[in-house]
C-alpha cells in the first residue's frame, strides 16, 4: 500500500482534561448525507479507548508544513501536545497548524483486521487554503497540480 498516496492528518481525543492524538494516513468522506467520515485504527491504540469511552474525534488535516507534527504523533507517549499550539473546538483538541478540521460525534465502530473502522458523523467541518500533506513512498510530500495543454 505504500504505493497508494494518502492524506495525514492526526485524530485527537480528550480524556478529562488531557489531550491525546496519533497521526493516521487512513480516513476518508464517508456520506454527505448526513455527512460521515471514517478513520483506521489499530486495535491496540490508547486513542482508540478514549474514543470508545467519549463516543468523539477530531481529524485535523495537515498541510505541506505538517510533517514535524505528522512523525510527533506517530510516536508513542504522553509527551505529543508538548510545545504544540492546540486549543478546545468542540469538545476537542484542534492542532494550530492544521489545514483542515473536521469533528465527529456518535462513533460508530467495525472490524477490520487489526484495525477498526472508525466512523463519526460530522458535527464541524472547516478548512483553510492551502497544499495538503500527503504521504507516498514512506515519505512526505505535497500534491502538484497537474495543467492541461
Request: glycine share 12%; with cysteine; aromatic share 8%.
Amino acid at each position: 500500500m505504500a504505493a497508494v498516496c494518502s492524506p495525514v492528518s492526526v485524530v485527537t481525543a480528550l480524556d478529562g482534561s488531557r489531550p491525546h492524538g496519533t497521526t493516521v494516513t487512513a480516513f476518508c468522506s464517508l456520506s454527505m448525507n448526513p455527512p460521515m467520515i471514517v478513520i483506521c485504527l489499530d486495535r491496540l491504540s490508547a486513542l482508540l479507548e478514549i474514543i470508545r469511552a467519549t463516543g468523539q474525534f477530531g481529524l485535523n488535516i495537515l498541510g505541506k508544513d505538517g510533517a514535524g507534527a505528522a512523525l510527533l504523533f506517530a510516536t508513542k507517549g504522553n509527551h505529543k501536545f508538548d510545545g504544540i499550539g492546540w486549543r478546545l473546538d468542540q469538545g476537542l483538541p484542534r492542532l494550530s497548524t492544521a489545514t483542515g478540521w473536521v469533528a465527529c460525534d456518535g462513533a460508530l465502530l467495525v472490524e477490520g483486521g487489526d484495525h477498526l473502522l472508525v466512523l463519526g458523523a460530522v458535527i464541524c467541518a472547516e478548512l483553510e487554503p492551502g497544499e495538503p500533506l500527503t504521504y507516498y513512498q514512506r515519505r512526505f510530500g505535497t500534491h502538484i497540480p497537474f495543467c492541461y495543454a
